[in-house]
């Protein structure tokens, strides 16, 4: 079946347009709002591309500040949070345009309207810094109600380049009207963590993880044992790799499934490039793909969006620190219950989820996404409702709400034993139900 929703024959635009139409049953933007910037971009111009979304950004931005100076918290939060989308679509292509500086403005005016949005959201919404390695990681906890009561946590990790509110929009809002509790957070390399205190992606994200569990068990709102951990896009590779080694993370969701992440910086390199990358030379790898960049806007744009989070300008280092995002046997000391996502069409790491649940030894289940149901694609973009309902419903099965609503597999992994139960979605109809 042909995929659906074509609005652009460039890849990224057309991603990120269903981002924005998947952020609409959060309310993270506004259906005519999407159409009516789409409609004013020419495919494939990242000039084009950013003034539009910049500029609906402003016009959503001044209505936030007028109905905030009025008084109307609730219509504020709201704009604030559509404003927050648009500026960061924005910056998305900057590294395609002649002025890839307007990144940090465009970056810095998204996390105020957040920043705003959480200062007026009816849901508490605390900013928390987070202690790490002799500094902090910047957060967000937020709470389903102003109780101290220990809740259930679902902590939230973060893609390669998406902002932090896009984590509300793809599954904090739905588990905080749940009943659990949320901690968003950017990890390094990820969103301020990056911007302003210059931290770099790391692959080893049990190091990253282990400090935030030890922050917020020491919550007296955070039942500490019910916390689990939901990684998105990249994060689902790291969220994969954190479970390996954390016995605090009662179960992990992984959105989609991804157990290499240089096959996708691979998937298009020629033989030649390879073997250098292979053999190390990185000035013959440098100038060889700098060369064959001169030939593709496109690709020299991806590529410098895709090594910001390194902190390098040398393709040879980002290549080579993008092979070490690997499970390799990880996923044999994977002891949680686990959900694996696989969208038809995923574009990025096709296949491995399959791999990823063959190697697991744990309770696991394989959720399948259909481009029938408008579920294709990466991290099923225009269908997070479809994702809320099977991701949280399974959630409900292997950690209850409520502790005292039978063992399961919860108590199982507490205990150490070995859940032998083990559901394919694409086997077995009644899997999720």
């Known amino acids: 079946m042909k995929p659906p929703f074509q609005f652009f024959r460039n890849a990224q635009f057309n991603f990120s347009t269903k981002v ?5 049953y959060h309310q993270g933007a ?20 950013y003034r539009a979304w910049h500029d609906i950004g402003e016009r959503v931005y001044a209505s936030a500040t007028q109905s905030a100076h009025n008084g109307q918290a609730l219509s504020a939060a709201q704009c604030y949070l559509r404003a927050a989308g648009h500026f960061a679509r924005a910056a998305v292509t900057l590294d395609g345009t002649a002025d890839a500086s307007r990144y940090l403005p465009a970056w810095k005016q998204s996390r105020n309207c957040w920043d705003q949005f959480a200062r007026l959201s009816a849901q508490p919404i605390e900013a928390v810094l987070i202690p790490y390695e002799g500094t902090t990681l910047p957060g967000y906890f937020c709470k389903a109600d102003a109780s101290m009561a220990p809740r259930p946590l679902l902590v939230i990790a973060n893609g390669a380049d998406a902002p932090i509110h896009a984590m509300w929009l793809w599954a904090g809002a739905a588990a905080l009207a749940r009943g659990y509790n949320v901690l968003l957070f950017d990890g390094p390399g990820q969103g301020a963590a990056l911007v302003r205190q210059g931290m770099p992606f790391r692959h080893d994200w049990e190091n990253v993880i282990g400090p935030v569990l030890d922050f917020v068990t020491q919550r007296a709102d955070v039942d500490a044992a019910r916390i689990a951990l939901y990684g998105a896009s990249q994060g689902g590779h790291w969220a994969l790799r954190a479970m390996a080694f954390e016995p605090r993370i009662a179960a992990g969701i992984a959105d989609p499934a991804a157990h290499t992440l240089s096959v996708a910086w691979e998937a298009h390199l020629p033989g030649r490039l390879r073997a250098l990358l292979d053999a190390g030379d990185e000035q013959r790898f440098n100038r060889a793909l700098g060369w064959g960049l001169t030939f593709s806007r496109v690709a020299r744009q991806t590529l410098a969006m895709r090594m910001r989070p390194y902190l390098t300008d040398s393709p040879f280092k980002a290549f080579t620190a993008a092979r070490l995002h690997k499970l390799g046997d990880l996923c044999e000391q994977i002891r949680c219950p686990v959900l694996l996502c696989e969208p038809d069409g995923e574009q990025f790491w096709p ?66 034993d070995m859940p032998t139960r083990c559901a394919n979605t694409r086997d077995s109809a009644d899997a999720l139900a």
């Open 20 to 24: 924005a139409l998947g952020g609409i």
């Open 30 to 49: 506004d259906v005519g709002e999407v159409l009516a910037t789409v409609a004013r971009i020419k495919d494939g111009d990242c000039e084009s591309w």
């Open 351 to 416: 296949d491995q989820a399959q791999q990823i649940y063959q190697s697991l030894p744990c309770e696991k289940t394989l959720a399948h996404f259909a481009v029938e149901d408008g579920a294709d694609g990466h991290c099923e973009p225009m269908a997070r409702s479809q994702l809320e309902q099977r991701m949280f419903d399974w959630l409900a099965q292997v950690m209850p709400p409520k502790p005292d609503q039978g063992g399961g597999a919860l108590a199982s992994h507490a205990r150490g």
